[in-house]
């Protein structure tokens, strides 16, 4: 894990690429844990958006690539959820990863 931490403060570029999987990841997670914590599984889930089964698997392991906005708050809505975008300067993100002891997982 050091080395990897020493490969992201070098290099912006796979820090950013790397903070957008990460922010990709948690938001796939939660998704699931939505529809979890109201005890559905994926095909109640389905009915409840009108769509299907393999499409809501696909949504919550991020195979749908560019997934909209719209998307995601239809998504929340059906499983009594809300959607909240927060948008932070980069400076502040690299800050705050910066701070991170070393060794830590996002």
Known sequence: MEWIDGQIEADPRLAREVD???????LEQ??????????LSQRQAARLLGASQ???????SG?????????????????????TIKVESRKRAVARRAARPRGHRP
């Open 54 to 60: 393999p499409y809501v698997a696909k949504l919550e």
């Open 20 to 26: 957008e999987l990460v922010g990709e990841m948690k």
């Open 63 to 83: 195979r749908i690539k560019n997934l909209g906005v719209a998307t995601l708050v239809k998504y929340a809505r059906a499983l009594g959820g809300t959607i």
């Open 30 to 39: 939660e998704l699931a844990a939505l529809r979890e914590k109201r005890g």
